[in-house]
Structures are given as structure tokens and as C-alpha cells.
């Protein structure tokens, strides 16, 4: 493995000739860490009766639901009601949300649901069934952010209010997942009279929901302060007075500020874990939290990507057993294909086995199909879930390296590379991701039509055969044949060798000594904090 490593050079972006182990520490900043375990512990000092949450990702920090983007759904739940909201494994409750239930009409048309008497917002106003449409019609309108907006838009034929508690949703066609749609951030509930009496940017400005944290103040892009409502309908009393949220992108300084006492819940990559604990904090790990893998980007526009020996040879390159033992310290599991372990969830599927390494074969595929010494872009930036992605990028890159590629790492960040990437302007690029989907049959069908259907602006291929198998799931209401075809999509993915899996990994959260434990839930945007701040 190291004689691979060193091969890489300079001008390929590679690693040069430090040692694997030599650039893991370095770029994941163990001396910047200032010794975890070399001072006595601080007692944390909270804010008054408030706890301190430093995370890597929270959206904007923009507390409008309708201006969010991702990684916001850490702290909008908060702040705001969903009209279905999910237990900490996903599945749809009708205890936790807005809707305490719903029926589906049997052509699958038409969904009724009846909204919880009692609840109100933050100004004393009454949740009603206008509140639900008002909020439902702008979370799909022309400037929403959600991925499904114009699919939504042009699926839904009309939203009715019956009565004050009553709300009628009218589809085009048969729609199974029409309540899982509502339990993301879709499904927030705005205060209709409030939002249209002051207007979006005031709104923006002084939010107000129906959650058990109340809006007090933030600055954008750095932090957002909540505080504790007398009551709230789901949740009582909140455990904690205030809430402070911090956006803390760097990990030894997100470190630094638990061992000090300044914030009480983060995240580390997992060769900190020894340390944390041996310094008297505590760890809890949300299992199978992403699966790390490579996507070479719109594969119809390149003769490499679109040969299958090309995509052969990428997966046959790459030891991912060392990757594992090395870059994750021994702290991931094999995989066998995006989207990971998460397809369970569709009952029986195909049992693949993980890719082999072989790099051999994967030199005599490439000098088969003519692409000695190709050349393609792989980007480095930060990922929320692994601090140790640009380390993984370089070690994958000296695979590639190794078996006569020439792949050139550019550095950038995510959110740059995101524009590029809606923008299709991603061509010849071979995208790193820790992403992984809620454990759903609905999430991980919306997630493959998202990156598979050749109808998407995010696609990495153009398959008619995967085109026609999401195309009849997403009009099934028979959910037996929609995890039938789920499999199907899960297994051509897999022989097609579509992408580049590595491995999947757990998410480490490190907390104070003084938080209380509680389970973060499997969904993927989201630590269930309103389940931390329940009084147990």
C-alpha cells in the first residue's frame, strides 16, 4: 500500500512521497487538536440552564424554512412543526407531527389529512388546516429549494381546506408517498397570517413556528440562539432553557471548544475517539451514517466514463480494505454499491458481494478499452460526516495513479462544486461524497431518480433500462413491487459498476459528560435534537 502511496506525484495532485500515515495526521490536524488528553478536562459551563451544539454544517443560517438549504434540518425542527414528522428511525409517526392522521383514497389520489387540535404557534395563534396549505404551496412554489419541487408542482392537481382541521390534497396520478413527501422539510408549518401580515424578508428576520424552541437571535453563518417555550404540545417542558447552535467548519477547534467547556455536542472523525474518551468525554456514534463513494459525473459525455471496463477498472483499483483500516481507522464496514446498507429497508433484495481488488485486471481493462494515462478531475473539499474525505481523496487518487490513470485533484468547496453540479458543468469530473438516504423506500427511490433518471439535471448517467424501472416505482401503489424494482435499480447499478463504492462509516458525536444521552436517529439531515431536549 505505502509503495502505491508514494508513486503518486505533484503534478497528479497526489500525495507525493510522504507516507499515508505521515498525511493523515497532518491533514486532520492532530497537532492543531492541542492534545485532548494533555489537560485536565474543564467542567462545562453552560449558558445558564442552555446547551451548546458546534456542528460543521447548518444550512444558511437562515431561518426560513423557504430560504434553507441543507443541513438546516438540525435546527429547524426547533423551531417549527412538520406536518408528519418521523421517529429517530425514520419511520412516519402520527404522535410527533402536525397531522395526528391520514388516508390515502384507493386510486392513491387523493390524501386526507386531519390536523391536531390544541397546537399553536409561538404568538398564541391557532395550527390550522390553512396554515398546512399555505405552508405545503410555498414549500413546491417557484423559488422553493426542495429537489422535488417541480415534480411536486406538477403532481399535485389542488390542495383543499375542508374545515379548520381537515386538508385535502388532489394528485394528477397515484402518489404512495404523498405523507412522506410532508415529513422533510416540505412539510414545515408556517404561520399563514403572520407570514403574509409581515411579509418574507421580515418573516426571515423575526420567524416564529410551532416547535418547542422559540427564534431569539442569529447571525448568519455563524450561529442561532433558541430559547425554550413554556410548553409545547409533543414535547412538555424543553430539558434545556436556550440553545445555542454554532457553525464551527474546522474539527480541532469544534475539539477544543468541548475540552474547554465551550460547547457541549460535536462531531470527530474517528482516529480522535481514544482521545475523547481518555480525556472524560463521551461518544455515541449514528451507525451507518454515509456511505463514502466516487461518482464519475455525466458519464455519457466521456468515452471513458461511459466504457464499463473504464468503471470496471476504477473499482478493481482501489484496496478498500487498507482504505478502511488506514484512512477510517479501522471504524467502517465493507459495501457493496451505492446507497449502501440502506436498501435493506426494501425487504429482499439481491445479495452482491463487495468489489474486489484487483489491479491487474484493472490495468488490462484499461489498456483494452485505450485509456492508458487518461486524464480526469477529482475534487477535495470538506464533508460533514468525514473529517477524513481530502485524505480518502488522495489515497484513491494514488490507486488510480498506480494502474496508469491520470487523475488531477483540485481543491474547492462543496458548495461551489454543488453550483457546478446542477449547472452540468461537471463534465470529466469524478465526484467524491459521503452522501447516503433516509431509510425509506420513498427517500431512496426519490434519491435515484435524483442521480439516475436521465430527466434529472443531477444525473451521472442516461439509462433507459433504470429510466423505466423508476418510472413505473414512482406510479406504483403496490409497495411490494416498488421494493421489487428498488432492487432491480440497486442490482444494474451494482453490474454496471456505475459507482465507486468504499466503504460505510458511522457518524462519532462527542459530547460533555453532563448531556444527556439520547439516540440521533437514522435519518440523514438531521441529530433528533428536539429528541435531546425532551425531559426523559
Not at 409581515?198 to 413556528?209: N, Q
Not at 431509510?439 to 434529472?456: G, N, V
Request: contains cysteine; aromatic residues 8%; proline residues 6%.
Amino acid at each position: 500500500m505505502e509503495r502505491i502511496l508514494q508513486k503518486t506525484n505533484g503534478q497528479g495532485g497526489g500525495m507525493g512521497k510522504r507516507t499515508f500515515l505521515r498525511l493523515s495526521a497532518a491533514s486532520l490536524g492532530l497537532a492543531a487538536a492541542a492534545d485532548i488528553t494533555g489537560g485536565a478536562l474543564m467542567a462545562a459551563e453552560p449558558e445558564g440552564e442552555g446547551l451548546v451544539i458546534a456542528l460543521r454544517r447548518l444550512g444558511f443560517l437562515v431561518p426560513n424554512p423557504l430560504r434553507e438549504s441543507g443541513g438546516s434540518m438540525e435546527y429547524l425542527p426547533l423551531i417549527y412543526d412538520r406536518l408528519v414528522a418521523p421517529d429517530p428511525d425514520g419511520n412516519l409517526s402520527k404522535e410527533r407531527g402536525i397531522a395526528e392522521d391520514w388516508d390515502m383514497s384507493p386510486d392513491g389520489k387523493t390524501w386526507t389529512f386531519h390536523i391536531r387540535r390544541g397546537v399553536t404557534f409561538h404568538d398564541g395563534s391557532d395550527v390550522t388546516a390553512e396554515d398546512a396549505k399555505f405552508s405545503m404551496e410555498a414549500a413546491i412554489g417557484p423559488n422553493s429549494r426542495s429537489s422535488r419541487a417541480a415534480e411536486m408542482r406538477e403532481l399535485l392537481a389542488g390542495i383543499d381546506v375542508v374545515d379548520p382541521y381537515t386538508l385535502v390534497v388532489r394528485c394528477n396520478r397515484p402518489f404512495l408517498d404523498l405523507a412522506a413527501f410532508c415529513s422533510n422539510r416540505s412539510g414545515i408549518i408556517l404561520p399563514k397570517a403572520y407570514y403574509e401580515t409581515v411579509g418574507d424578508d421580515a418573516f426571515t428576520d423575526r420567524p416564529i413556528g410551532s416547535g418547542p424552541y422559540r427564534f431569539s437571535s442569529v447571525v448568519v453563518g455563524s450561529e442561532i440562539r433558541l430559547e425554550a417555550i413554556d410548553h409545547h404540545w409533543r414535547d412538555g417542558k424543553p430539558r434545556f432553557g436556550s440553545l445555542k447552535l454554532l457553525m464551527i467548519p474546522e474539527e480541532a477547534t469544534s475539539i477544543a471548544m468541548l475540552t474547554t467547556g465551550a460547547a457541549d455536542i460535536t462531531t470527530v472523525g474517528r482516529d480522535k475517539v481514544a482521545q475523547i474518551e481518555g480525556a472524560g468525554l463521551k461518544t455515541i456514534r449514528k451507525t451507518n451514517a454515509a456511505i463514502m463513494n466516487f461518482r464519475p459525473n455525466m458519464q455519457w459525455t466521456s468515452p471513458a466514463f461511459s466504457d464499463i471496463r473504464f468503471r470496471k477498472a476504477l473499482n478493481l483499483a482501489i484496496d478498500k480494505a487498507a482504505i478502511m483500516a488506514t484512512v477510517f481507522d479501522g471504524q467502517a464496514t465493507p459495501t457493496t454499491t451505492w446507497p449502501g446498507s440502506v436498501i435493506r429497508v426494501a425487504g429482499t433484495i439481491p445479495e452482491l458481494a463487495p468489489y474486489g481488488y484487483d489491479p491487474a485486471e484493472a490495468q488490462r481493462l484499461i489498456r483494452e478499452a485505450g485509456f492508458e494515462g487518461y486524464e480526469f478531475r477529482v475534487p477535495s473539499y470538506q464533508r460533514t460526516l468525514a473529517p477524513e474525505f481530502p485524505v480518502l481523496v488522495e489515497a484513491v487518487v494514488g490507486y488510480w495513479q498506480a494502474v496508469g490513470l491520470s487523475p488531477v485533484i483540485y481543491n474547492t468547496d462543496f458548495t461551489s462544486f454543488q453550483a457546478d453540479w446542477r449547472a452540468g458543468k461537471v463534465e470529466g469530473n469524478v465526484m467524491g461524497t459521503d452522501g447516503v438516504t433516509d431509510p425509506s423506500a420513498y427517500d431512496i427511490l426519490d434519491a435515484m431518480k435524483l442521480y439516475l433518471h436521465s430527466s434529472s439535471g443531477r444525473t451521472i448517467i442516461r439509462d433507459a433500462g433504470l429510466d423505466a424501472m423508476l418510472d413505473e416505482a414512482s406510479v406504483s401503489l403496490d409497495q411490494d413491487r416498488i421494493n421489487e424494482l428498488l432492487g432491480q435499480v440497486y442490482q444494474r447499478i451494482y453490474d454496471q459498476y456505475y459507482f465507486v463504492p468504499i466503504c460505510e462509516i458511522s457518524e462519532i458525536i462527542a459530547t460533555t459528560p453532563r448531556t444527556p444521552d439520547w439516540s440521533p436517529g437514522q435519518l440523514s439531515e438531521e441529530h433528533m435534537f428536539y429528541d435531546l431536549t425532551r425531559q426523559g
